[in-house]
């Protein structure tokens, strides 16, 4: 089954990171994304840009467009992964392995109901 792993974190603090710091939590997150690919369970990974560069779609009276992510968070996503396991236990492990690689925030582990036709998702 897919799983998306959702990554939460203050983007204040995740901006406010160096380069130095920033690359070690990539190279830590690197070697398990490597090792899940090496498994064949590594299916993608997005990290987004801030919210700063977001616009909402809502749908409400019909579609109204928004300036801004504008969830009711205090952390924001700022990224996820796709893994393909075979039940949550498995999900979850790994997700507290990205979790002490990458500190503070939170993940989200939900699985993927639909893959539209023709994506790159294999």
């Given at each position: 089954m897919l799983?998306?792993?959702?990554?939460?974190?203050?983007?204040?603090i995740v901006g406010a990171w160096t380069k130095a710091e920033d690359e070690a939590v990539m190279e830590k997150l690197s070697?398990?994304?490597q090792r899940l690919a090496e498994?064949?369970?590594?299916?993608?990974a997005v990290r987004l840009l801030p919210t700063t560069a977001a616009t909402s779609v809502r749908s409400a009276d019909g579609?109204?467009?928004l300036d801004g992510p504008f969830v009711e968070t205090k952390e924001q996503l700022l990224g996820f992964y796709i893994f393909d396991f075979d039940d949550l236990d498995q999900a979850l492990?790994?997700?507290k392995e990205i979790s002490a690689a990458n500190p503070g925030g939170g993940h989200e582990v939900r699985p993927i109901g639909y893959v539209a036709p023709g994506t790159a998702i294999t």
């Amino acid at each position: 089954m897919l799983y998306a792993v959702l990554c939460y974190h203050s983007e204040e603090i995740v901006g406010a990171w160096t380069k130095a710091e920033d690359e070690a939590v990539m190279e830590k997150l690197s070697a398990i994304q490597q090792r899940l690919a090496e498994q064949g369970r590594f299916k993608g990974a997005v990290r987004l840009l801030p919210t700063t560069a977001a616009t909402s779609v809502r749908s409400a009276d019909g579609p109204l467009i928004l300036d801004g992510p504008f969830v009711e968070t205090k952390e924001q996503l700022l990224g996820f992964y796709i893994f393909d396991f075979d039940d949550l236990d498995q999900a979850l492990e790994v997700t507290k392995e990205i979790s002490a690689a990458n500190p503070g925030g939170g993940h989200e582990v939900r699985p993927i109901g639909y893959v539209a036709p023709g994506t790159a998702i294999t």
